[in-house]
């Protein structure tokens, strides 16, 4: 007998392994996936494409700008109504309320219930937190995390919709003039300026924040979904019908997540195939389907749900397990199991019963639950990781001199005027801070209290990798920000990624090593504020120039 479960245990491990391997990613198909990744921008840069957007915004802040101003901030399953106050000296302070979307709202054929469902807590955030009777007209930025093709600053196309959203009478239509429509029906003295995205408004907090001498020259978001934006040449952008100086530039809003729909280069399991047969966009956002936290944690499911129904596992599900359900996996649950690990097997399996509402979990079925989450997430990782490579190999800014050699920088980012504040925010200090809060999080965990990490994760510090960069200057280093909770929460993702892009013959180890990737928290409520003080202010300097 105990041959017997010695010997099914072994299968399940042996089952497991061979599944985890369909989701490593090599060298060589990294290398092949930044090759495309560049191809497939510079294509979006010359022809109009659903990805390398235009965002408008043609230069990034410096820390000093200043000023009140609401924003919106719609995206996953969430709605925020934030006021946010830009004190000048790269700090800020935000009042937010932050509200569920209703599932009709976000699948319905009228883009009507949806705007109206905004207006309405825009009210109440007003009724609030101001004045209802002021004469005052409030700029407000909306954060609008769906693809769009901007036209100018305030207004753009919405392309499709993603994350489990559909409504069709949206499509084409500009996001600004449907919330601007609600708030007008409302009778609020708010004026909508500015289209933002979720990803080009982390770039422009990471700036604003940073107080770094050097530029920041782009953005990722890994959380719910994911994004990236970046500084490019305004020169390179072979679509854009406007004259442009060789030190020209404009933020790029890339929507990475569907750099290869066409399926040329992802790696693709039986798992993937699934998952995308039964979302709402198939065929589309195939990179965000291998990548965003919306999606792994579904992955994993699928991978469980498999394994458990040919007998592989010793353990016993419960019928309201959330195995069974769609979507009843969150992605938190794989950082979870990082953190955990298999040093002490008990928590795993503890962590196992609690979320998947199982019984009789035994080692092996730990192991192996553990062994395919990692090699979902680190795929993810990966492929970020080469998606980022990308990015910044079509910068340029991997062509600056480092500093003590002779030679142009040429690295775009220009910043808009006024003093840059600096401040070295990692250091000792930071090294502390980050090693704490690992720990934190791996003691939250082992006790049952993962949620607690989510519900703090405002507070935690930026990430700190020992020896990252800290040996270049300041004006050499290659600034990026990040936002969601993989890169934040997941244990490994930012080592994982680094590796990948190390990986990468045109990044390599000295490339990887000048890359700092630094947390933007609120990048999007944040963003869409400085992105709105922007057209306030250019809204002055044209009245002005006016009389």
């Not at 699948?107 to 009777?133: G, K, M, Q, W």
């Not at 729909?261 to 790696?267: A, G, Q, R, S, T």
């Not at 009789?360 to 990692?374: C, E, F, K, R, T």
């Not at 801070?433 to 209290?449: A, D, I, P």
């Amino acid at each position: 007998m105990e041959n017997a479960v010695d010997g099914q245990q072994s299968n399940l491990l042996a089952q497991a392994q061979q599944i985890a391997d369909d989701f490593e990613i090599g060298s060589e198909h990294i290398q092949q996936v930044t090759r495309h990744f560049v191809k497939q921008m510079r294509d979006g840069l010359a022809n109009h494409r659903v990805w390398q957007l235009l965002a408008y915004v043609r230069a990034v802040p410096n820390g000093s700008e200043k000023g009140e101003f609401l924003a919106v901030d719609l995206g996953g399953s969430n709605c925020r109504i934030c006021l946010v106050q830009l004190h000048g000296d790269s700090t800020f302070t935000v009042t937010q309320n932050k509200h569920s979307v209703p599932p009709g709202v976000m699948v319905n054929r009228s883009y009507t219930p949806l705007f109206d469902f905004i207006a309405e807590r825009i009210s109440e955030f007003f009724n609030t937190h101001l004045d209802i009777c002021s004469k005052y007209q409030y700029k407000l930025g909306f954060t609008f995390s769906f693809t769009c093709e901007q036209t100018s600053l305030a207004s753009g196309r919405l392309l499709h919709w993603d994350k489990g959203w559909d409504i069709p009478d949206a499509i084409g239509r500009d996001p600004c003039s449907m919330l601007q429509e609600a708030i007008d029906r409302f009778g609020l003295p708010i004026q909508v300026t500015v289209l933002a995205n979720d990803s080009v408004g982390t770039l422009l907090t990471r700036s604003y924040c940073s107080g770094q001498r050097s530029s920041t020259l782009g953005a990722i978001i890994l959380g719910t979904g994911t994004n990236a934006a970046y500084v490019e040449r305004m020169s390179n952008i072979g679509k854009l019908s406007m004259p442009a100086n060789e030190d020209d530039v404009m933020v790029i809003n890339t929507e990475w997540g569907c750099f290869d729909d066409k399926m040329e280069v992802l790696p693709s399991t039986t798992f993937d195939d699934e998952l995308n047969e039964a979302s709402t966009d198939r065929g589309s956002q195939m990179l965000e389907k291998r990548v965003s936290g919306l999606y792994l944690g579904e992955l994993l499911r699928l991978v469980i749900l498999r394994l458990l129904r040919a007998g592989a596992f010793n353990m016993k599900v419960d019928v309201e397990s959330p195995l069974f359900r769609r979507d009843g996996i969150d992605s938190s649950f794989l950082s979870q199991l990082a953190l955990a690990g298999t040093q002490d097997i008990n928590n795993t399996i503890k962590l196992i019963q609690d979320t998947l509402s199982a019984l009789d979990v035994s080692g092996s079925d730990a192991q192996a639950v553990h062994l395919l989450a990692n090699s979902i997430a680190r795929r993810a990782a990966r492929l970020a990781g080469a998606s980022l490579a990308a990015m910044i190999i079509q910068s340029g800014r991997l062509q600056a001199t480092p500093k003590g050699s002779k030679g142009p920088n040429p690295s775009p980012g220009k910043q808009y005027q006024g003093r840059t504040r600096f401040n070295r925010s990692i250091g000792g200090i930071g090294r502390f801070r980050y090693h704490l809060t690992l720990l934190c999080h791996r003691l939250l965990s082992l006790v049952g209290m993962g949620s607690l990490i989510r519900k703090s994760s405002s507070q935690m510090p930026s990430q700190y990798t020992p020896n990252q960069s800290e040996s270049y200057a300041e004006e050499d280093i290659i600034d990026i920000g990040a936002d969601g909770s993989l890169i934040e929460l997941y244990p490994t993702f930012e080592e994982d990624m680094r590796r990948a892009m190390r990986e990468v013959p045109q990044i390599g180890h000295a490339g990887e090593q000048r890359v700092r990737i630094g947390l933007a928290k609120d990048g999007s409520g944040v963003g869409a504020a400085l992105m709105a003080q922007v057209a306030s202010q250019t809204e002055m300097e044209s009245l002005m120039g006016g009389q």
